[in-house]
Structure formats: C-alpha cells, structure tokens
C-alpha cells in the first residue's frame, strides 16, 4: 500500500468515525474555549494542518471563525493559508503554529477578498510577514475591506481586537510557485467561482488541495450577486476536479475527499439552475424562484439563512442568459 493510500484510508477512516459522532451543525458550541479559535488544528496528512471554523455564520461566540484556517510545515517554515477574520483569530492560530513547530510563518495566502479571509492580514503583517492573494481578491478587500471591518465589531465585540484593513502586500493573476523547504506549493486561480481572486493551494506531491470557498459539503454553498454560477460549474469540471486531489480541505467544514464535494457543490449548482430554468420556462416570477424546491439540500447548515436568497440570485442571472 502506497503511502498515499494509506494516508486516503486513514482520513477515510477519521471522517467516519467524525460523522459517526454528530453531524455539522450551527447549534455545536465553541470546541475548543480555551483559544478564540471554534477548533484546535488537527493534521490532516503530515505536516498540513487546519483549524476547522463553525458552519454557522460569524457569530460572537465563534469570533467569526466560521472558515477553515490551515497552515503547512515546509521543513523551512510555515505558510498559512488565511488570515483570519480579525488580529484575535490570527494571533490564535500563531500561537497554535508556535506549539507544533520553531518554524517562523514565512508567508499568508489569502484565500479570496472576504473578511474571514482578510481581515487578519494586519496582525501577519505586524509580524514581518509577507501576504499573498489574486489581484481580484485584492481590489475586492480594498472596496468593500471597511464594511468587513464594521461586520466584525458588530458581532465579536471586544473580540475583534485592534483589526485593520491591511491589503496583501503581493498579488498574482494566474498562478505562483512556491518551493520551501520539502514542498511545492502550487498557488492556482483556476477560474471564476464563488467570489472573485478565488485560489486554490495544491500540493501536486502530496495529492491535497486547500480549496477555498470553491468547495463545500457540509454547509450550502453562499451565492452572491456577482457570483456567474455557469462560470463556477465550468471552472469545476475543466480545472478544479481534473487536479485529481486525495484530499480536499474545503473553504468551510471537515476535510473530505473530492467526490463530496462535488456532491454539494458542483451538483447542488447543477440542481438549482435546472430548477430555476424549469420555472423560467413555465413564466415563472422572481417572487415565486425564491420557493422552488430545494428540500434534497435542506440537511445543509446555513440552509435556512442562504437557500431562498441563492435561489433568487440565480434567478436574475440565468433570467438573461
């Protein structure tokens, strides 16, 4: 047995015993209260870690994380994948680094221009930390980085801690090697998704892909306004799934595998536009979309927050199309 397989089997294996327990759900309380992290980081293959945020939204309890916060050993030093969503998170998830390894954080990727991807930046700055992200993250953080900023105080409170708009100090537009230590860092913007600058972290040698918010399984996928879910579903099928990842640590929830995520992703993207263009076809409105059925996906956390608003986003798009 290869030790990838093995490795597959052992994660399989995890996650049974994980679902076994419970399943995702925003009525979970804070797992780990001794930390302002939602969870302590496991390693989910040697030497990759991620500190699993609630499903829920960003709450005072969680401190807003709400989102997978990973972080990979090289053997000469440490990148984070995520800023976190405030100084408090990232300061957290330093200090949970600092408890596995000496080695120094040499590099923050951002994920996309969200705040809970974002908003930690200052802190890692602070640091002497280089940040990366894609330029559309970027221009993204930089328009809407205030309004991120005010969310955070009105629902963490003193928990926010001394947070700044702090833009990446480098961005790339299609794709950035990174060769540290014992790894290749594959840094990829395979397409338009979910928001824009969406990135993906692949380790080619060790089959894993830090996703980003391109991948979900236990909560609904969040559709925005300016989300082209054609442009997602194409971006899946061309460039994302034929990586042919092991391992997926997905934007939100437990890691996986890729099969489950293009379960509730790919495919709840697929359901939901069929159902949309069934209701355009018979002159359906735009008041009734927000009730066209959605009950295979109802078990979904943020269901009841993000089904109908998804729905009448969609709507609008393909309204046109």
């Known amino acids: 047995m290869t030790r990838r397989i093995a490795c597959a089997a052992a994660l399989a294996a995890g996650l049974a015993a994980v679902a076994g327990i419970a399943p995702a759900s925003e009525d979970i309380p804070d797992k780990y209260p001794q930390s302002a992290l939602y969870n302590k980081p496991v390693e989910v293959i040697p030497h990759v870690f991620t500190a699993i945020g609630a499903t829920a939204p960003p709450t005072y309890d969680n401190a807003g994380h709400n989102n997978n916060l990973s972080f990979i050993v090289t053997g000469d030093g440490v990148v984070v994948v995520n800023a976190g969503a405030s100084d408090t998170l990232a300061a957290a998830l330093h200090d949970e680094i600092r408890a596995v390894t000496d080695q120094p954080v040499r590099l923050v990727i951002n994920e996309n221009g969200q705040g809970h991807a974002m908003l930690g930046n200052g802190y890692w700055a602070d640091q002497g930390v280089e940040i990366l992200a894609h330029a559309?993250?970027?221009?993204?953080?930089?328009?809407?980085?205030?309004?991120?900023?005010?969310?955070?105080?009105?629902?963490?409170?003193d928990r926010a801690g001394p947070?700044?708009?702090q833009?990446?100090?480098?961005?790339?537009?299609?794709?950035?090697?990174?060769?540290?230590?014992d790894m290749r860092i594959e840094v990829l913007h395979?397409?338009?998704?979910?928001?824009?600058?969406?990135?993906?972290?692949?380790?080619?040698?060790?089959?894993l892909v830090i996703a980003g918010d391109i991948a979900f399984h236990e909560r609904m996928p969040p559709i925005f306004g300016d989300t082209c879910t054609s442009c997602w579903i194409e971006t899946w099928e061309t460039a994302f799934e034929p990586l042919g990842a092991t391992y997926v640590i997905p934007g939100h929830g437990?890691?996986?595998?890729?099969?489950?995520?293009?379960?509730?992703?790919?495919d709840y993207?697929?359901?939901?536009?069929?159902?949309?263009?069934?209701?355009?076809?018979?002159?359906?409105?735009?008041?009734?979309?927000?009730?066209?059925?959605?009950?295979p996906y109802a078990h979904l956390d943020t269901f009841e927050?993000?089904?109908?608003?998804?729905?009448?986003?969609?709507?609008?798009?393909?309204?046109?199309?």
């Open 136 to 157: 559309d993250a970027a221009h993204e953080f930089e328009d809407r980085g205030a309004q991120g900023l005010e969310a955070l105080h009105n629902y963490a409170g």
């Open 269 to 295: 993207l697929v359901y939901l536009r069929e159902k949309i263009a069934e209701h355009l076809d018979n002159g359906g409105t735009l008041a009734d979309a927000y009730y066209v059925d959605q009950s």
């Open 305 to 321: 927050e993000l089904a109908t608003k998804n729905a009448g986003v969609v709507y609008t798009e393909m309204e046109f199309e």
């Open 254 to 266: 437990h890691p996986t595998n890729m099969a489950q995520v293009r379960r509730y992703t790919h």
């Open 167 to 181: 833009l990446p100090a480098r961005t790339f537009t299609d794709r950035e090697v990174i060769e540290m230590g």
């Open 190 to 207: 395979l397409g338009p998704a979910h928001s824009p600058g969406d990135i993906q972290v692949w380790l080619p040698d060790q089959g």
């Open 163 to 165: 947070t700044r708009v």
